[in-house]
T-cell receptor
Framework: EDKVVQSPLSLVVHEGDTVTLNCSYE??????LLWYKQEKKAPTFLFML????IEKKSGRLSSILDKKELFSILNITATQTGDSAVYLC??????????????FGKGTHLIIQP | KAGVTQTPRYLIKTRGQQVTLSCSPI?????VSWYQQTPGQGLQFLFE???????NKGNFPGRFSGRQFSNSRSEMNVSTLELGDSALYLC????FGTGPLEQYFGPGTRLTVT
């Protein structure tokens, strides 16, 4: 059974700080790892990672995958109060084609204090 | 391009009743997945449809069912509602392809069972 573990479960930092969120996983037939941001609504897509060592970057957010050690990190630099959200890590595996169901971690609840 | 839409946004039902939720994917997306989100269990995969066929299924009882129409719109049905079915139900759409796919979520339907 696929397993996704995120840490920390919650984090409180001050505006301007840099944060690193962790996601470790166990999966058979890894396909992709995805990061989502969820505020008081539906998750919004951030990154999809399929290859080790290739950093994905979008503004102040970046993410990288290590398929050997089975983890991914999401970095946010120069945090702003608008970054406050639950960050979800999700996994897909090959199971015969099509869009596989995502297996989600419990999320990291990030709070940015002014 | 319009995003994923879900109706209704909020719903209150009584134990034992049944409910039908609707999801319209992003134009051009042919795969629709459904998820249940609760505070205790987080986001859990229900099922995925492509070309009117259920391709993948999560670990939920048979009371949960779905279907997809020829225009890719999907409906989810829950029969004999239980208090524990109170949750946010999210649908996500994705393009169909052979590679890993990112999924885009709708705003969700908040179901309350009393």
């Amino acid at each position: 059974e696929d397993k996704v573990v995120q840490s920390p479960l919650s984090l409180v930092v001050h505006e301007g700080d840099t944060v690193t969120l962790n996601c470790s996983y166990e999966v058979t037939n890894f396909r992709s790892l995805l990061w989502y941001k969820q505020e008081k609504k539906a998750p919004t897509f951030l990154f999809m990672l399929t290859s080790s060592g290739i950093e994905k970057k979008s503004g102040r957010l970046s993410s990288i995958l290590d398929k050997k050690e089975l983890f991914s990190i999401l970095n946010i630099t120069a945090t702003q109060t608008g970054d406050s959200a639950v960050y979800l890590c999700a996994l897909t595996h090959y199971s015969g084609g099509g869009a596989d169901g995502l297996t989600f971690g419990k999320g990291t609840h990030l709070i940015i204090q002014p | 391009k319009a995003g994923v839409t879900q109706t209704p946004r909020y719903l209150i039902k009584t134990r034992g009743q049944q409910v039908t939720l609707s999801c319209s994917p992003i134009s051009g997306h042919r795969s629709v997945s459904w998820y249940q989100q609760t505070p205790g269990q987080g986001l859990q995969f229900l099922f995925e449809y492509f070309s009117e066929t259920q391709r993948n299924k999560g670990n939920f009882p048979g009371r949960f069912s779905g279907r997809q129409f020829s225009n890719s719109r999907s409906e989810m049905n829950v029969s004999t509602l239980e208090l524990g079915d109170s949750a946010l139900y999210l649908c996500a759409s994705s393009l169909f392809g052979t590679g890993p796919l990112e999924q885009y979520f709708g705003p969700g339907t908040r179901l309350t069972v009393t």
